[in-house]
T-cell receptor, first 115, second 114 residues
Framework: NAGVTQTPKFQVLKTGQSMTLQCAQD?????MYWYRQDPGMGLRLIYY???????DKGEVPNGYNVSRLNKREFSLRLESAAPSQTSVYFC??????????????FGDGTRLSIL | AQSVTQPDIHITVSEGASLELRCNYS??????LFWYVQSPGQGLQLLLK??????LVQGIKGFEAEFKRSQSSFNLRKPSVHWSDAAEYFC????????????FGTGTRLLVSP
């Protein structure tokens, strides 16, 4: 099925370890996003990429870096994981058609625990 | 900057009863509005969207929402709830930009009682 694929689905890290979360979409969308979801806080935007070759900070970028590897792939890296980064991470993608912003499509998430 | 408020953290509805989930937004221009649903352990699925035009929009799974500019609201409704509707529901507002940054509400968890 077409959509947004995130790997891994689950991960446990120790404080200070590094990790890269992978995201790939096969819908030929220009824009991609990384969110984190925490209880009672909804989804908060970490970073986004409006198009291939560009990335920008969202609401909560501290402690993260991103790479838009190509049009399909957008990775999120934790250089030195901290317990506060324990969360569920979602990748999403979207497209503009006829100047209308189309809804974002979401992956199933990566559940990350940092001990 | 845009913002979204979902005032109800939890709502319990009997199966077969009607449902209304509240969403209020803050945005200076015409917003793009969305409702997403999230089942446990899953990602977010789009229920419906409002971009312009008819203020009553129909979505999947029998849901509808009404955009009321005067009240800055975009409430989600369903006439008869099914047990499978139990999930978390998120309202989101997007700015009219080329790539659509979304701001999400904190979500409303729907419980369906038999």
């Amino acid at each position: 099925n077409a959509g947004v694929t995130q790997t891994p689905k689950f991960q446990v890290l120790k404080t200070g370890q590094s990790m890269t979360l992978q995201c790939a979409q096969d819908m030929n969308h220009n824009s991609m996003y990384w969110y984190r979801q925490d209880p009672g806080m909804g989804l908060r935007l970490i970073y986004y990429s409006a198009s291939e070759g560009t990335t920008d900070k969202g609401e909560v970028p501290n402690g993260y870096n991103v790479s838009r590897l190509n049009k399909r792939e957008f990775s999120l890296r934790l250089e030195s994981a901290a317990p506060s980064q324990t969360s569920v991470y979602f990748c999403a993608s979207s497209e503009v058609q006829g100047r209308i912003n189309q809804p974002q499509h979401f992956g199933d998430g990566t559940r990350l625990s940092i001990l | 900057a845009q913002s979204v408020t979902q005032p109800d953290i939890h709502i319990t509805v009997s199966e077969g009863a009607s449902l209304e989930l509240r969403c209020n937004y803050s945005y200076g221009a015409t917003p793009y509005l969305f409702w997403y649903v999230q089942s446990p352990g899953q990602g977010l699925q789009l229920l419906l969207k409002y971009f312009s035009g008819d203020t009553l929009v129909q979505g999947i799974k029998g849901f509808e929402a009404e955009f009321k500019r005067s009240q800055s609201s975009f409430n989600l409704r369903k006439p008869s709830v099914h047990w499978s509707d139990a999930a978390e529901y998120f309202c989101a507002v997007g700015a009219d930009t080329g790539f659509q940054k979304l701001v999400f509400g904190t979500g409303t968890r729907l419980l369906v009682s038999p």
